[in-house]
């Protein structure tokens, strides 16, 4: 199931925690314990705005024993985010900013 509706999508991604949390895995799966470290967002922000991004098709999970983890569900979200985080998340883009 890929994300069709760009309006739709960029209405979801003005929310900063869930752009982050974007941020975060177009670079690869990762758990929701992972994602509370590196973001420092508290758990029940961290559970609602994934919720939101699976909700809207933009997030999907993978259950790995009594641990899930989350990437992005669509190539299209995933091509958006790789420049987003290219241009804003990455090391690179901190340090010329």
């Known amino acids: 199931m890929g994300y069709q509706n760009p309006f739709q999508a960029q209405k979801v991604l003005s929310n900063p925690d869930r752009l982050m949390l974007l941020c975060q895995l177009s670079q690869g799966e990762k ?10 967002i ?3 922000t961290l559970s609602q705005q994934l919720t ?3 909700d809207e098709a933009l997030a999907t ?3 790995v024993g009594k641990n899930i983890d ?6 299209q979200a995933l091509a958006v985010m790789q420049v987003l985080f290219d241009q804003f998340c990455s090391a690179d883009a901190e340090a010329s900013s």
């Open 31 to 40: 758990g929701g314990g992972e994602l509370e470290e590196i973001l420092s």
């Open 52 to 54: 939101v991004l699976r």
């Open 42 to 44: 508290v758990q029940p």
């Open 70 to 75: 989350y990437q992005v569900a669509s190539p």
């Open 61 to 63: 999970t993978r259950r």
